[in-house]
């Protein structure tokens, strides 16, 4: 069985930073490709970012790139997201993904992604 569990989500103020992370078991962690994706209240769930499975690729929403950084230890079956910068508009549920696929689709689909977490919550205050 696939768990896939978020932590670290808080409330934190605009300019600060935050990191999530997202633990996985029940399969071959290095082989897929994981995601984050976040989804505000009222709109759809959007991608944010992407790593591939040997955690020598990334992809970035353009919303996020130049603020945060994406990264995983297969060691640990773990991935990693840190925030920084963070803006009121970052505010959302955060979700962990694992992917078809050992690489990252260049649009971050979630039709991509199979095995989902529940989510953490970011709260950013202006």
């Known amino acids: 069985q696939v768990q896939v569990v978020e932590s670290g989500g808080d409330l934190v103020q605009a300019g600060g930073s935050l990191r999530l992370s997202c633990s996985v078991s029940?399969?071959?962690?290095?082989?897929?490709?994981m995601g984050w994706f976040r989804q505000a209240p009222g709109k759809v769930r959007e991608p944010v970012s992407c790593v591939n499975g040997k955690n020598d690729y990334t992809l970035y929403a353009d919303a996020v790139k130049g603020r945060f950084t994406t990264s995983r230890d297969n060691a640990k079956s773990t991935l990693f997201l840190q925030m920084s910068s963070l803006r009121p508009e970052d505010t959302a549920m955060y979700y962990c993904?694992?992917?078809?696929?050992?690489?990252?689709?260049?649009?971050?689909?979630?039709?991509?992604?199979?095995?989902w977490g529940q989510g953490t919550r970011v709260t950013v205050s202006s």
């Open positions: 029940g399969l071959a962690f290095g082989d897929y490709a």
């Open positions: 993904a694992v992917s078809r696929y050992r690489p990252c689709g260049g649009s971050m689909s979630t039709d991509e992604f199979r095995y």
